[in-house]
Protein backbone atom coordinates (compact mmCIF):
# COMPACT_ATOMS: atom_id res chain seq x y z
CA UNK A 1 0.00 0.00 0.00
CA UNK A 2 1.52 3.33 -1.05
CA UNK A 3 1.98 6.09 2.10
CA UNK A 4 -0.94 7.84 3.06
CA UNK A 5 0.93 10.87 2.25
CA UNK A 6 1.59 10.18 -1.36
CA UNK A 7 -2.19 9.34 -1.29
CA UNK A 8 -3.65 12.33 -0.05
CA UNK A 9 -1.20 14.50 -2.25
CA UNK A 10 -2.67 12.00 -4.83
CA UNK A 11 -6.32 12.90 -3.54
CA UNK A 12 -5.90 16.86 -3.14
CA UNK A 13 -4.32 17.31 -6.90
CA UNK A 14 -7.57 15.99 -8.56
CA UNK A 15 -6.10 15.95 -11.50
CA UNK A 16 -3.20 13.14 -10.28
CA UNK A 17 -5.46 11.37 -8.18
CA UNK A 18 -9.13 10.84 -10.50
CA UNK A 19 -6.79 10.15 -13.87
CA UNK A 20 -5.48 6.88 -14.44
CA UNK A 21 -2.39 8.02 -13.03
CA UNK A 22 -3.69 8.09 -9.69
CA UNK A 23 -5.10 4.76 -10.11
CA UNK A 24 -2.08 2.78 -10.93
CA UNK A 25 -0.08 4.45 -8.31
CA UNK A 26 -2.76 3.66 -5.48
CA UNK A 27 -2.97 -0.36 -7.26
CA UNK A 28 0.26 -1.15 -7.09
CA UNK A 29 0.34 -2.04 -3.62
CA UNK A 30 -3.39 -4.23 -3.79
CA UNK A 31 -3.39 -7.52 -3.77
CA UNK A 32 -6.45 -8.34 -6.41
CA UNK A 33 -6.52 -11.85 -4.90
CA UNK A 34 -7.33 -11.02 -1.52
CA UNK A 35 -11.04 -10.64 -2.74
CA UNK A 36 -13.40 -13.18 -1.15
CA UNK A 37 -15.73 -15.48 -3.12
CA UNK A 38 -19.19 -14.00 -3.83
CA UNK A 39 -20.73 -17.40 -4.26
CA UNK A 40 -24.18 -17.53 -2.48
CA UNK A 41 -24.76 -14.03 -3.01
CA UNK A 42 -27.03 -11.82 -4.75
CA UNK A 43 -25.97 -7.99 -6.04
CA UNK A 44 -28.02 -5.98 -8.18
CA UNK A 45 -26.52 -2.81 -9.85
CA UNK A 46 -28.38 -0.36 -11.85
CA UNK A 47 -26.94 1.30 -14.55
CA UNK A 48 -25.51 -1.76 -15.65
CA UNK A 49 -25.51 -1.44 -19.83
CA UNK A 50 -22.75 0.91 -20.25
CA UNK A 51 -19.65 2.04 -17.86
CA UNK A 52 -18.94 1.57 -14.44
CA UNK A 53 -22.45 -0.14 -13.82
CA UNK A 54 -21.11 -2.75 -16.65
CA UNK A 55 -18.02 -2.94 -15.26
CA UNK A 56 -18.92 -3.58 -11.98
CA UNK A 57 -21.51 -6.42 -12.73
CA UNK A 58 -18.87 -8.30 -14.02
CA UNK A 59 -16.53 -7.69 -11.23
CA UNK A 60 -19.46 -9.33 -8.90
CA UNK A 61 -19.86 -11.95 -11.41
CA UNK A 62 -16.06 -12.79 -11.52
CA UNK A 63 -15.99 -13.15 -7.70
CA UNK A 64 -18.96 -15.80 -8.16
CA UNK A 65 -22.08 -13.74 -6.94
CA UNK A 66 -25.16 -13.90 -8.74
CA UNK A 67 -25.46 -10.95 -10.61
CA UNK A 68 -28.70 -8.52 -11.76
CA UNK A 69 -27.98 -6.00 -13.96
CA UNK A 70 -31.42 -3.39 -14.06
CA UNK A 71 -31.85 -1.72 -17.07
CA UNK A 72 -34.24 0.54 -18.42
CA UNK A 73 -33.93 -0.48 -22.21
CA UNK A 74 -34.17 -4.42 -22.69
CA UNK A 75 -32.18 -4.62 -25.89
CA UNK A 76 -29.35 -2.74 -23.62
CA UNK A 77 -30.21 -5.18 -20.92
CA UNK A 78 -29.88 -8.62 -22.75
CA UNK A 79 -26.65 -7.21 -24.54
CA UNK A 80 -25.21 -6.37 -21.24
CA UNK A 81 -25.91 -9.42 -19.65
CA UNK A 82 -24.40 -11.76 -22.14
CA UNK A 83 -21.41 -9.33 -22.33
CA UNK A 84 -21.30 -10.33 -18.28
CA UNK A 85 -22.10 -14.34 -18.95
CA UNK A 86 -19.16 -14.22 -21.48
CA UNK A 87 -16.55 -12.34 -20.07
CA UNK A 88 -16.86 -13.68 -16.22
CA UNK A 89 -18.16 -17.49 -17.25
CA UNK A 90 -20.61 -17.38 -15.36
CA UNK A 91 -24.39 -18.25 -16.09
CA UNK A 92 -26.34 -17.24 -12.89
CA UNK A 93 -26.37 -13.57 -14.63
CA UNK A 94 -29.83 -11.90 -15.06
CA UNK A 95 -31.54 -8.79 -15.84
CA UNK A 96 -34.36 -6.94 -14.52
CA UNK A 97 -36.83 -3.21 -16.77
CA UNK A 98 -37.09 -0.49 -14.77
CA UNK A 99 -36.45 3.16 -15.64
CA UNK A 100 -35.40 4.92 -12.60
CA UNK A 101 -36.41 8.15 -13.38
CA UNK A 102 -40.31 7.20 -12.81
CA UNK A 103 -41.65 6.31 -9.48
CA UNK A 104 -44.09 3.87 -10.32
CA UNK A 105 -41.59 1.61 -12.44
CA UNK A 106 -39.04 1.64 -9.05
CA UNK A 107 -42.04 0.32 -7.29
CA UNK A 108 -43.30 -2.58 -9.50
CA UNK A 109 -39.48 -3.46 -10.06
CA UNK A 110 -38.79 -3.52 -6.14
CA UNK A 111 -41.96 -5.43 -6.01
CA UNK A 112 -41.14 -8.14 -8.53
CA UNK A 113 -37.32 -8.47 -7.23
CA UNK A 114 -38.55 -8.79 -3.81
CA UNK A 115 -40.74 -11.48 -4.85
CA UNK A 116 -38.74 -13.62 -7.31
CA UNK A 117 -35.13 -13.39 -5.45
CA UNK A 118 -35.67 -12.86 -1.87
CA UNK A 119 -32.57 -11.87 -0.73
CA UNK A 120 -30.14 -8.97 -1.39
CA UNK A 121 -26.41 -8.88 -0.38
CA UNK A 122 -25.17 -5.76 -2.43
CA UNK A 123 -27.37 -3.03 -3.94
CA UNK A 124 -25.02 -0.47 -5.71
CA UNK A 125 -27.01 2.51 -7.02
CA UNK A 126 -25.40 3.45 -10.14
CA UNK A 127 -27.28 4.52 -12.84
CA UNK A 128 -26.89 8.57 -13.55
CA UNK A 129 -27.84 11.25 -15.81
CA UNK A 130 -26.41 14.52 -16.83
CA UNK A 131 -28.81 16.48 -19.22
CA UNK A 132 -28.02 19.59 -20.71
CA UNK A 133 -31.16 21.18 -21.00
CA UNK A 134 -34.23 21.18 -17.72
CA UNK A 135 -36.31 18.08 -18.29
CA UNK A 136 -38.79 16.46 -16.20
CA UNK A 137 -39.47 13.09 -15.54
CA UNK A 138 -42.67 11.25 -16.24
CA UNK A 139 -43.88 12.23 -12.31
CA UNK A 140 -42.93 15.65 -13.15
CA UNK A 141 -39.64 15.96 -11.11
CA UNK A 142 -36.56 17.76 -12.49
CA UNK A 143 -34.90 14.41 -14.79
CA UNK A 144 -31.49 14.62 -12.89
CA UNK A 145 -32.82 14.41 -9.27
CA UNK A 146 -35.29 12.14 -10.78
CA UNK A 147 -32.72 10.22 -11.69
CA UNK A 148 -29.73 10.18 -9.50
CA UNK A 149 -31.57 11.06 -6.15
CA UNK A 150 -35.18 9.95 -5.96
CA UNK A 151 -35.20 6.72 -7.75
CA UNK A 152 -32.13 4.86 -5.95
CA UNK A 153 -33.72 6.49 -2.32
CA UNK A 154 -37.12 4.93 -3.08
CA UNK A 155 -35.61 1.97 -4.58
CA UNK A 156 -33.00 1.52 -1.60
CA UNK A 157 -36.25 1.70 0.49
CA UNK A 158 -38.30 -0.66 -0.99
CA UNK A 159 -35.56 -3.64 -1.22
CA UNK A 160 -34.75 -2.68 2.81
CA UNK A 161 -36.76 -6.26 3.16
CA UNK A 162 -34.13 -8.65 1.02
CA UNK A 163 -31.36 -6.98 2.10
CA UNK A 164 -32.28 -7.09 5.70
CA UNK A 165 -33.30 -10.51 4.97
CA UNK A 166 -29.47 -11.16 3.97
CA UNK A 167 -27.56 -9.20 6.68
CA UNK A 168 -24.81 -8.65 6.51
CA UNK A 169 -25.56 -6.49 3.04
CA UNK A 170 -24.13 -3.34 1.89
CA UNK A 171 -25.68 -0.65 -0.43
CA UNK A 172 -23.18 1.04 -2.86
CA UNK A 173 -24.41 4.79 -3.93
CA UNK A 174 -21.66 5.69 -6.90
CA UNK A 175 -21.66 9.85 -6.38
CA UNK A 176 -18.65 12.17 -8.43
CA UNK A 177 -15.82 13.88 -7.10
CA UNK A 178 -17.71 16.68 -8.66
CA UNK A 179 -20.01 17.05 -5.66
CA UNK A 180 -17.35 18.69 -4.07
CA UNK A 181 -18.21 21.94 -5.65
CA UNK A 182 -21.79 22.09 -4.42
CA UNK A 183 -23.79 22.24 -1.76
CA UNK A 184 -27.35 21.08 -1.89
CA UNK A 185 -30.24 24.32 -2.03
CA UNK A 186 -32.82 22.46 0.10
CA UNK A 187 -35.42 25.28 -1.13
CA UNK A 188 -34.39 24.69 -5.06
CA UNK A 189 -33.69 20.65 -5.19
CA UNK A 190 -35.07 20.29 -8.36
CA UNK A 191 -33.04 23.67 -10.26
CA UNK A 192 -36.07 25.55 -10.98
CA UNK A 193 -34.92 29.02 -9.93
CA UNK A 194 -32.05 29.80 -11.13
CA UNK A 195 -30.82 29.43 -14.96
CA UNK A 196 -30.44 26.10 -15.45
CA UNK A 197 -26.76 24.53 -16.12
CA UNK A 198 -27.02 20.76 -16.54
CA UNK A 199 -23.27 20.42 -14.65
CA UNK A 200 -24.19 22.34 -11.47
CA UNK A 201 -27.89 20.56 -11.20
CA UNK A 202 -25.67 16.88 -11.26
CA UNK A 203 -23.24 17.65 -8.88
CA UNK A 204 -25.52 18.88 -6.39
CA UNK A 205 -27.20 15.39 -6.99
CA UNK A 206 -23.91 13.77 -6.20
CA UNK A 207 -24.25 16.56 -3.10
CA UNK A 208 -27.48 14.74 -1.96
CA UNK A 209 -26.34 11.33 -2.71
CA UNK A 210 -23.50 11.79 -0.33
CA UNK A 211 -26.17 13.66 2.53
CA UNK A 212 -28.19 10.88 2.14
CA UNK A 213 -25.55 8.10 2.64
CA UNK A 214 -24.81 9.94 6.43
CA UNK A 215 -28.93 9.59 7.10
CA UNK A 216 -29.37 6.34 5.76
CA UNK A 217 -25.93 4.83 8.02
CA UNK A 218 -27.59 5.99 10.72
CA UNK A 219 -30.88 4.99 10.19
CA UNK A 220 -30.24 1.48 9.41
CA UNK A 221 -27.48 1.04 11.95
CA UNK A 222 -28.50 -1.78 13.90
CA UNK A 223 -29.96 -3.77 11.30
CA UNK A 224 -26.91 -5.07 9.42
CA UNK A 225 -26.75 -3.01 6.62
CA UNK A 226 -24.29 -0.87 5.66
CA UNK A 227 -24.11 2.34 3.63
CA UNK A 228 -21.13 3.42 1.46
CA UNK A 229 -21.14 6.24 -0.97
CA UNK A 230 -18.18 6.29 -3.57
CA UNK A 231 -16.81 8.07 -6.44
CA UNK A 232 -15.03 6.50 -9.40
CA UNK A 233 -12.36 9.42 -10.57
CA UNK A 234 -12.66 10.45 -14.04
CA UNK A 235 -13.66 7.23 -16.01
CA UNK A 236 -13.73 6.58 -20.14
CA UNK A 237 -17.44 5.60 -19.88
CA UNK A 238 -20.22 6.40 -22.86
CA UNK A 239 -22.28 8.49 -20.37
CA UNK A 240 -18.73 10.67 -19.82
CA UNK A 241 -18.28 11.36 -23.50
CA UNK A 242 -21.96 12.20 -24.32
CA UNK A 243 -22.66 14.37 -21.33
CA UNK A 244 -19.13 15.88 -21.09
CA UNK A 245 -17.82 16.29 -24.83
CA UNK A 246 -15.51 18.83 -24.48
CA UNK A 247 -14.04 17.55 -21.22
CA UNK A 248 -14.07 14.21 -22.59
CA UNK A 249 -12.07 15.55 -25.90
CA UNK A 250 -9.32 17.07 -23.27
CA UNK A 251 -8.92 14.51 -20.59
CA UNK A 252 -9.44 11.25 -22.53
CA UNK A 253 -6.12 10.10 -22.76
CA UNK A 254 -5.71 10.46 -18.65
CA UNK A 255 -9.37 8.48 -17.94
CA UNK A 256 -9.31 5.43 -16.27
CA UNK A 257 -10.71 2.57 -17.47
CA UNK A 258 -14.79 1.21 -16.37
CA UNK A 259 -13.00 -1.40 -14.85
CA UNK A 260 -10.52 1.02 -12.51
CA UNK A 261 -12.99 3.36 -12.17
CA UNK A 262 -15.39 -0.02 -10.80
CA UNK A 263 -12.68 -1.20 -8.39
CA UNK A 264 -13.70 0.24 -5.48
CA UNK A 265 -17.57 -0.88 -5.83
CA UNK A 266 -16.27 -4.00 -6.23
CA UNK A 267 -14.46 -3.88 -3.35
CA UNK A 268 -16.58 -2.33 -0.90
CA UNK A 269 -19.11 -4.82 -1.84
CA UNK A 270 -17.09 -7.98 -1.42
CA UNK A 271 -14.18 -7.04 1.30
CA UNK A 272 -14.11 -7.82 4.65
CA UNK A 273 -13.51 -3.50 5.11
CA UNK A 274 -16.79 -2.73 3.18
CA UNK A 275 -18.84 -4.37 5.89
CA UNK A 276 -16.97 -3.04 8.56
CA UNK A 277 -18.50 0.96 8.53
CA UNK A 278 -21.61 2.46 7.55
CA UNK A 279 -22.08 6.07 5.77
CA UNK A 280 -18.61 7.14 4.30
CA UNK A 281 -17.27 8.24 1.18
CA UNK A 282 -14.44 6.74 -0.59
CA UNK A 283 -12.41 6.52 -3.41
CA UNK A 284 -9.67 4.18 -4.57
CA UNK A 285 -10.08 1.80 -1.35
CA UNK A 286 -9.76 4.64 0.82
CA UNK A 287 -12.10 6.62 2.67
CA UNK A 288 -12.35 10.27 1.76
CA UNK A 289 -13.71 13.70 3.45
CA UNK A 290 -16.93 14.50 2.24
CA UNK A 291 -16.08 18.70 1.98
CA UNK A 292 -13.06 20.42 0.60
CA UNK A 293 -14.58 24.08 0.27
CA UNK A 294 -16.17 25.57 3.53
CA UNK A 295 -19.39 26.63 1.39
CA UNK A 296 -20.33 23.20 0.44
CA UNK A 297 -20.66 22.10 4.10
CA UNK A 298 -24.54 21.45 5.66
CA UNK A 299 -25.80 20.81 9.39
CA UNK A 300 -27.50 17.73 10.26
CA UNK A 301 -30.16 19.75 10.04
CA UNK A 302 -30.02 20.24 6.10
CA UNK A 303 -29.39 16.12 5.89
CA UNK A 304 -32.55 15.55 7.64
CA UNK A 305 -34.45 18.51 6.04
CA UNK A 306 -33.14 16.88 2.43
CA UNK A 307 -33.98 13.11 3.82
CA UNK A 308 -37.46 14.53 4.58
CA UNK A 309 -38.12 16.06 1.26
CA UNK A 310 -37.18 12.49 -0.89
CA UNK A 311 -39.85 10.91 1.43
CA UNK A 312 -42.55 13.63 0.38
CA UNK A 313 -41.81 13.27 -2.91
CA UNK A 314 -41.50 9.81 -3.45
CA UNK A 315 -44.85 9.38 -1.00
CA UNK A 316 -42.58 7.50 2.09
CA UNK A 317 -44.12 9.74 4.25
CA UNK A 318 -47.93 8.59 3.66
CA UNK A 319 -47.89 7.50 7.48
CA UNK A 320 -48.61 3.92 6.50
CA UNK A 321 -46.91 1.36 8.68
CA UNK A 322 -44.52 0.20 6.36
CA UNK A 323 -43.64 3.97 5.13
CA UNK A 324 -40.68 5.32 6.77
CA UNK A 325 -37.46 3.93 5.91
CA UNK A 326 -36.26 2.58 8.90
CA UNK A 327 -39.26 0.88 9.77
CA UNK A 328 -38.25 -3.05 10.01
CA UNK A 329 -39.86 -5.14 7.56
N1 LIG B 1 -17.59 8.38 -15.94
C1 LIG B 1 -17.14 9.16 -14.98
O1 LIG B 1 -16.06 9.77 -15.10
C2 LIG B 1 -17.92 9.32 -13.71
C3 LIG B 1 -17.35 10.14 -12.72
C4 LIG B 1 -18.05 10.30 -11.53
C5 LIG B 1 -19.23 9.64 -11.33
N2 LIG B 1 -19.76 8.87 -12.31
C6 LIG B 1 -21.04 8.21 -12.02
O2 LIG B 1 -20.97 6.86 -12.39
C7 LIG B 1 -22.27 6.38 -12.69
C8 LIG B 1 -22.23 5.60 -13.98
O3 LIG B 1 -21.92 6.49 -15.04
P1 LIG B 1 -21.05 6.08 -16.31
O4 LIG B 1 -19.99 7.10 -16.44
O5 LIG B 1 -20.71 4.66 -16.26
O6 LIG B 1 -22.09 6.42 -17.47
P2 LIG B 1 -22.86 5.50 -18.53
O7 LIG B 1 -21.92 4.63 -19.25
O8 LIG B 1 -23.70 6.45 -19.34
O9 LIG B 1 -23.81 4.63 -17.64
C9 LIG B 1 -24.97 5.17 -17.06
C10 LIG B 1 -25.93 4.05 -16.83
O10 LIG B 1 -27.09 4.58 -16.17
C11 LIG B 1 -28.22 4.14 -16.89
N3 LIG B 1 -29.34 5.06 -16.71
C12 LIG B 1 -29.38 6.38 -16.96
N4 LIG B 1 -30.59 6.87 -16.68
C13 LIG B 1 -31.34 5.81 -16.24
C14 LIG B 1 -32.68 5.66 -15.82
N5 LIG B 1 -33.52 6.71 -15.79
N6 LIG B 1 -33.10 4.45 -15.43
C15 LIG B 1 -32.27 3.39 -15.46
N7 LIG B 1 -31.00 3.46 -15.87
C16 LIG B 1 -30.55 4.67 -16.25
C17 LIG B 1 -27.77 4.05 -18.34
O11 LIG B 1 -28.68 3.27 -19.06
P3 LIG B 1 -28.86 3.41 -20.67
O12 LIG B 1 -27.90 2.43 -21.28
O13 LIG B 1 -30.27 3.03 -20.89
O14 LIG B 1 -28.57 4.83 -21.03
C18 LIG B 1 -26.41 3.42 -18.14
O15 LIG B 1 -26.55 2.03 -17.92
C19 LIG B 1 -23.18 7.58 -12.71
O16 LIG B 1 -23.91 7.67 -11.50
C20 LIG B 1 -22.22 8.74 -12.81
O17 LIG B 1 -22.74 9.91 -12.23
C21 LIG B 1 -19.13 8.69 -13.49
Wanted: net charge neutral; aromatic share 6%; hydrophobic share 40%.
Amino acid sequence: MIGSLVDTVLDRTVLGGYTQAGYRIRSSGWDQAELPSMEGKVVLVTGATSGLGLASAEGFACLGASVHLLARNATRGERASAQVRANSHSSDVHFGLCDLSDLSAVRHFAESFSADVQRLDVLVNNAGALVAERTLSVDGFELTFATNVLGPFLLTKLLCPPLRASAPARVINVSSGGMYTQRVHLADLQSADTQYDGPTAYARTKRAQVMLTEVAAERLAGGGVVVHAMHPGWVDTPGLESSLPHFYRATKWLLRTPQQGADTIVWLGSSPTGARSSGGFWHDRRQRPTHRLPRTKETFADREALWGQCERLTGLDAGTPTSHFDDQP
